[in-house]
């Protein structure tokens, strides 16, 4: 157990849907972050939270949303999705300058 | 933009041999780098770093090597075992920023 919890673990929904995936930090980090990863692609930076404000925004669809709550919990929220936008994402953490914690990531799988 | 390659897919080594995974950056900027390994159905976990005042680290079989003129590191798994096969990514970020850069990453098969 990492300490960076993901639920759900996996989740089949269909295209035109919208679902929420949520990540608790490890205790004490205050950085969340969001990766997609999809079949034979590297880890694309989604998005970051740094106490509950946005920091740093990477290839995030328009479609795609984030927040990151008093509690430090994140969650990512993709709507309107598509057959292309099945992936597993991943939650990181890190304390400042600290090398990233992962979750063990949401398989999504769109029909 | 892929500000960090890994222009090897995969990788077959014997076990007891050498594995030398490779890794390119374009930013100069950047100044810490980690090495992730990541099995199936599993989140990457963290396995060795490096800080840009070093050229080298050690970590019991696993050693990252750094060349900034290059613009190139490698991570040495030495010797290699079964249990090593995975998917190693390594990870590049620039201290002020915070936000690590990924490369897609290379599959190591250790056969036995």
């Known amino acids: 157990d990492s300490g960076v919890t993901q639920t759900p673990k996996h989740l089949i929904t269909a295209t035109g849907q919208r679902v929420t995936l949520r990540c608790s930090p490890r205790?004490?980090?205050?950085?969340v972050y969001w990766y997609q990863q999809s079949l034979d692609q590297g880890l694309q930076f989604l998005i970051q939270y740094y106490n509950g404000e946005e920091r740093a925004k990477g290839n995030i669809l328009e479609r795609f949303s984030a927040q990151q709550f008093p509690d430090l919990h994140s969650e990512l929220n993709l709507s309107s999705l598509e057959l292309g936008d099945s992936a597993l994402y991943f939650c990181?953490?890190?304390?400042?300058?600290?090398?990233?914690?992962f979750g063990s990531g949401t398989r999504l799988t769109v029909v | 933009d892929q500000q960090v390659k890994q222009n090897s897919p995969s990788l077959s080594v014997q076990e007891g041999r050498i594995s030398i995974l490779n890794c390119d950056y374009t930013?100069?900027?950047?100044?810490?780098f980690l090495w992730y390994k990541k099995y199936p159905a599993e989140g990457p976990t963290f396995l060795i770093s490096i800080s840009s005042i070093k050229d080298k680290n050690e970590d019991g079989r696993f050693t990252v090597f750094l060349n900034k003129s290059a613009k190139h590191l490698s991570l040495h798994i030495v010797p290699s075992q079964p249990g090593d096969s995975a998917v190693y990514f390594c990870a590049a970020s620039m201290n002020t920023g915070n936000q690590f850069y990924f490369g897609t990453g290379t599959s190591l098969t250790v056969i036995p």
């Open positions: 990181a953490s890190s304390p400042i300058g600290g090398a990233y914690t």
């Open positions: 205790s004490g980090d205050l950085s």
């Open positions: 930013n100069s900027m950047f100044d810490y």
